[in-house]
């Protein structure tokens, strides 16, 4: 009994943080961070790269996509992490055409590609070094928010009075939202 039901929790807890099946790459040593990711593209390293982000741009040219992130690092089951602060951007090219109302300013994904140097163009006015994927996955992830709410019961708390009834209705209940990427 204590066995099977230990293979149904490691079975759960792998299927909830399992990298999807595009993103998966054959190469032990594929890059992740994006400081390492800058710095292979700046050398001109060829190296597997898997990073994530939210879409700032997306351009369809004549036989590709450009789309410009704004990296997010990743977790181990490749989702961006929403707790995070932004930490640079980089650009993706993936061939043929990329629907930029599916993929639209704002929505998170995951990239996986081959590093391919280093591009000047504008952020504004400002012209910026964009480090370059040459893409050959790309995985569009969905945020989902709930709200998590916690009952205070006044009931217990010594309280009498005109007084309470006020506070009754402003501290029955609290509660936060979340957001998660699935």
């Known amino acids: 009994m204590k066995s099977s039901l230990l293979f149904l929790c490691v079975l759960l807890l792998a299927g909830c943080s399992s990298l999807p099946k595009d993103l998966a790459s054959s190469q032990a040593n594929t890059l992740i961070e994006y400081d390492a990711f800058v710095t292979a593209a700046q050398n001109d390293d060829i190296a597997e790269v898997r990073l994530g982000g ?58 996986l590609g081959q590093s391919g140097g280093i591009e000047k163009a504008n952020v504004g006015e400002f012209l910026y070094s964009f480090p370059v994927i040459k893409g050959s996955a790309l995985h569009l992830w969905q945020i989902q928010e709930y709200v998590i709410s916690n009952d205070i019961n006044m009931s217990y708390m010594p309280c009498t009075g005109a007084r309470c009834l006020h506070q009754r209705s402003i501290e029955s209940r609290r509660g936060k939202v979340v957001q998660e990427v699935k």
Do not use: C, H, M, W
Not at 72 to 79: A, D, Q, T
């Open 54 to 111: 939210v879409i700032a741009r997306i351009d369809n040219l004549k036989d590709t996509t450009r789309i410009e992130i704004v990296n997010l690092p990743i977790s181990s089951s490749g989702k961006p992490d929403l707790s995070q602060e932004p930490n640079g951007r980089f650009v993706i090219y993936l061939n043929g055409f990329i629907d930029p109302v599916t993929y639209s300013v704002g929505r998170l994904v995951t990239v």
